[in-house]
């Protein structure tokens, strides 16, 4: 069994704060599973997470998330119920890493998982929602499936190598708020377009109820041709 120290707790506090914001849990799961099967010596404030039943609940909402995750519309409903659930257990993951043993450093790391969730959050459901307007769903599986593979990916390598991780973690950070604002005119077109539909109001990017055929188009002109005089040529 593998005992954490300083560098790799820290390394963990800001893995599992960035993680929780992407498959919450999974993260849970992960973990949980890591000190139950003795890979790892996990910190008091998170054995719980080796608990019989919190594996099995944790096990179900996995299997959950992955194929609601997959279906386009219902990811970013499912991300939208999640913001009040992720953002708060990536703060307590974090700081359960340190809250037993001392109550400054779990608060520090408490905020720093919140924020971490935070930001990972907002940029995965951004990314997802600018996904969904396209009406093929290969994108959107394929980055779920993306970020299926990065979250256990961030936790190995957070205890591994957490010089690494942090590196990796400031960068990735950095692509989460480019991503958040690139994305988010498509969210806000989107917003302003289902206020107008429940509203009642016209939505200009819906297709026309009608729509005219060439030969309707035509037949204006027809009418405005046989009602003009010839044009008699000057003598």
């Not at 790892?40 to 019989?52: F, M, S």
């Not at 969904?132 to 980055?143: A, D, L, Q």
Request: glycine share 10%; net charge neutral; charged share 15%.
């Amino acid at each position: 069994m593998q005992t954490l120290d300083t560098a790799q707790l820290i390394a963990l506090a800001g893995a599992l704060g960035w993680a929780s914001g992407i498959r919450l849990y999974l993260v849970v799961l992960l973990t949980g599973a890591a000190g139950a099967l003795g890979w790892v010596d996990l910190p008091d404030g998170l054995r719980l997470l080796a608990h019989p039943a919190v594996l099995v609940g944790s096990g179900f909402m996995v299997t959950v998330e992955f194929f609601a995750d997959k279906v386009p519309g219902l990811d970013s409903l499912w991300d939208m119920v999640h913001t009040v659930i992720r953002i708060p257990a990536g703060a307590a993951l974090a700081a359960g890493v340190f809250g037993a043993d001392s109550a400054s450093m779990g608060l520090l790391a408490g905020l720093m998982g919140g924020s971490l969730a935070a930001t990972s959050h907002v940029a995965k459901a951004t990314g997802r929602a600018a996904i969904n307007t396209s009406p093929e769903p290969f994108s959107n599986i394929g980055t779920s499936l993306l970020e299926d593979g990065i979250v256990p990916l961030g936790l190995w390598l957070a205890v591994v190598n957490p010089l690494l991780f942090g590196a990796l973690l400031l960068l990735v950070v950095a692509l989460s708020w480019w991503l958040t604002r690139v994305c988010w005119r498509f969210v806000r077109t989107l917003l302003s377009r289902l206020a107008r539909i429940f509203s009642g109001r016209p939505d200009p990017g819906a297709e026309p109820a009608f729509r005219l055929t060439p030969r309707a188009k035509l037949a204006p002109v027809a009418e405005a041709a046989q009602d003009t005089p010839p044009h008699t040529p000057a003598v």
